[in-house]
């Protein structure tokens, strides 16, 4: 008991000793409690909001957005061409359950002053769009998609290493409200090995054009996805370096093609469309394009 007494004492001592230290831990301490009460506070308010809205079978999910604002960084971006975001929505809980009807749904985009964002490239940030459904799940897709184009503005120098944050958010409006976000972080940077895929509605073929702007050699590997939807054209530039190969798939199409790129240089390969509606320009955040896998290794 008397132990006790000496260590309460030496406590209280310092405590007057040292009133700003105390101050500020009971400072720190209370700040902590409230900010994880606040966001902890969130996090159940978020998963209450999805149960009732589940219980209700209202479906609204995304390949990209998420009700707590997923993060995507996007490396690197010149910020000279137009940067295109194809964002999926859809009604479904699975293959066999969907909501049972539309769901209208706001969409919009918000950046810094540097950078203008457009939906669907209509020159607006916010419009609304609709995930059509019906009663029979079977007969319909329950799917919905839009556009997101990121262009920096003409009067703004970006420097390699600014990183500028564009917010995605898309909010049901009927018959319940429900809202997803995601922000994409651009990277800027003109650096590396990459490339780009330049291809339009209507054009019976398409570009991509790897970049190389490193010091070293680069191997690169092309693998086409799917030979139904386009094939290669032979007279592309590759084809004419002496250390290219391809291999062909069952039909006869080129399936694959490996060939080295020059420091600080551009080769192009040309693709035909098979169907001239198609566009595959967009690579999405992870960079990967619909119709071609890419790959590349700096030869040493």
């Not at 490396?75 to 929505?89: A, C, R, S």
């Not at 049901?172 to 922000?183: F, K, N, V």
């Amino acid at each position: 008991m008397k132990r006790r007494k000496e260590t309460s004492k030496k406590v209280i001592e310092f405590m007057k000793n040292n009133k700003k230290i105390v101050i500020s831990l009971v400072v720190i301490i209370t700040f902590l409690t409230f900010f994880l009460t606040i966001n902890y506070g969130r996090y159940v308010k978020d998963i209450i909001q999805v149960y009732y809205l589940r219980t209700k079978n209202f479906y609204f999910n995304s390949d990209k957005l998420t009700i707590h604002g997923k993060e995507y960084e996007i490396y690197p971006w010149d910020g000279k061409k137009e940067l295109p975001l194809t964002i999926q929505m859809n009604s479904l809980l699975n293959s066999l359950k969907g909501t049972t009807s539309d769901i209208l749904y706001d969409v919009s985009c918000e950046t810094d002053d540097r950078i203008s964002c457009y939906i669907d490239n209509q020159g607006i940030t916010q419009m609304q769009r609709k995930i059509k459904s019906s009663e029979k799940v079977s007969t319909t897709s329950h799917k919905d998609s839009f556009n997101v184009y990121i262009n920096a503005k003409n009067d703004v120098t970006l420097k390699d290493g600014d990183r500028i944050e564009v917010k995605v958010t898309a909010k049901s409006t009927y018959p319940y409200e429900e809202e997803l976000s995601a922000t994409f972080i651009l990277i800027i940077g003109d650096y590396g090995i990459n490339y780009v895929i330049e291809d339009n509605p209507g054009d019976i073929y398409f570009d991509d054009i790897i970049t190389n702007t490193l010091t070293e050699k680069a191997m690169i590997t092309l693998e086409i996805k799917d030979s139904s939807k386009a094939t290669v054209d032979m007279s592309s530039v590759v084809f004419n370096l002496k250390d290219t190969t391809y291999e062909v798939d069952d039909n006869k199409f080129i399936k694959k093609i490996v060939f080295y790129i020059e420091p600080k240089s551009s080769l192009m390969v040309r693709f035909y469309k098979k169907d001239s509606k198609d566009n595959f320009s967009h690579i999405s955040s992870d960079g990967e394009s619909e119709i071609i896998k890419f790959n590349s290794d700096v030869v040493k």
